[in-house]
């Protein structure tokens, strides 16, 4: 015979106490509620200041004003840094990701917040699938790429850094966009102290400025005077491994089509004779071209032996491993 189901009485609390059960229980999910939309929203703004990591610039014919096809939006920053690299200079990278530029997106993240800069590699495409597949991988590791939608090759550079300039003002928003090299050890903290003074001139050509009495084509082995472009005199213009244009000048090039402008062997006297054509204020800062780690050196490099260091991939290391380089007190310059 089955036996009978079993039944719990359960005595039933008194009011007092149900009552202070149900408001408890009250606070606690309105609590819960608060604090989840308060997340959501935290996470939400974080997202939508957080800046651009890698991404893939190309143009087209039918793309806004400036030929960027970019749906991104313009991400605010105070200054953004173009390490200029290529397909053989995957040893440099491994280098500055071991020194100055953080190889993990977290201590990236940190030092872009630190400085008010952000800091990417800037590089073109080749017809070369293994060095392709090769930097597909780099990419997905790091996440710290701009990349160009031009042939990557050294007899391109004026029109990489055209390109440069042009990608880097639709996506960020700066007041200033500065192109490095990859060969030069560099304190993003003084370099962030710099670009953050206050200037009187909207239209800046922040760098180590030289002089230069010709100018060579590698192809053809012909010498051209300077004197061509302004008479007997010669023009002012920076060194190649770091300078900076500010967002007004930026924006100008942005402006002009691309048959505005001539184009000469070198880069750095190519971006020199552009500056020729604005009303730019030429601000010369020696600390950007250092040969030595000093309190108020913002740019290293083995100058005038190299254009930049010699034997990078080793000097950066070395380098990082001083204290006056890497360990020193970011000390005003003496322009400050």
């Given at each position: 015979m089955p036996s009978s189901p079993?039944?719990?009485?359960?005595?039933?609390?008194?009011?007092?106490?149900?009552?202070?059960?149900?408001?408890f229980c009250l606070i606690v999910g309105i609590?819960?509620?608060?604090?989840?939309?308060?997340?959501?929203?935290a996470v939400s703004r974080g997202c939508s200041n957080s800046p651009l990591r890698s991404v893939k610039v190309r143009w087209t014919t039918s793309a806004n004003n400036d030929g960027l096809a970019s749906e991104s939006k313009r991400h605010k920053v105070m200054g953004f840094v173009g390490?200029?690299?290529?397909f053989g200079s995957t040893g440099r990278r491994r280098s500055l990701r071991k020194t100055w530029m953080p190889s993990d997106r977290?201590?990236?993240?940190r030092l872009e917040e630190a400085t008010g800069l952000a800091f990417r590699f800037v590089i073109g495409r080749?017809?070369?699938?293994?060095?392709?597949?090769?930097?597909?991988k780099e990419v997905a590791e790091y996440d710290d790429f701009l990349l160009l939608d031009i042939q990557e090759e050294y007899s391109n550079l004026p029109y990489k850094t055209l390109a440069f300039f042009r990608a880097a003002y639709a996506l960020f928003d700066s007041d200033f966009y500065v192109k490095a090299d990859d060969d030069?050890?560099?304190?993003?903290?003084?370099?962030?102290?710099?670009?953050a003074k206050d200037r009187t001139h909207s239209q800046t050509y922040l760098g180590c400025m030289k002089k230069g009495p010709v100018f060579?084509?590698?192809?053809?082995?012909?010498?051209?005077?300077l004197s061509y472009l302004i008479g007997k005199e010669y023009f002012l213009h920076a060194y190649g491994p770091i300078y900076a244009l500010s967002a007004d000048v930026v924006a100008n090039l942005v402006a002009l089509r691309n048959d505005s402008f001539r184009m000469f062997s070198n880069e750095d006297v190519t971006i020199g004779s552009w500056m020729l054509s604005m009303n730019v204020n030429h601000e010369d800062n020696r600390q950007l071209c250092?040969?030595?780690?000093?309190?108020?050196?913002?740019?290293?490099w083995d100058i005038p032996k190299c254009s930049g260091l010699c034997n990078p991939e080793k000097r950066l290391l070395e380098l990082h491993q001083q204290d006056s380089c890497s360990k020193s007190p970011t000390l005003p310059s003496d322009d400050e």
């Open positions: 079993k039944l719990f009485h359960a005595r039933a609390p008194s009011s007092s106490k149900s009552t202070f059960l149900i408001f609590a819960g509620f608060i604090f989840g939309i308060s997340a959501i929203l390490i200029q690299t290529g977290q201590g990236l993240q080749t017809s070369d699938d293994s060095k392709m597949s090769a930097l597909k030069i050890y560099l304190r993003p903290d003084r370099l962030s102290l710099l670009l060579t084509d590698p192809k053809l082995k012909w010498y051209e005077p250092a040969a030595d780690c000093t309190p108020t050196s913002i740019a290293v």
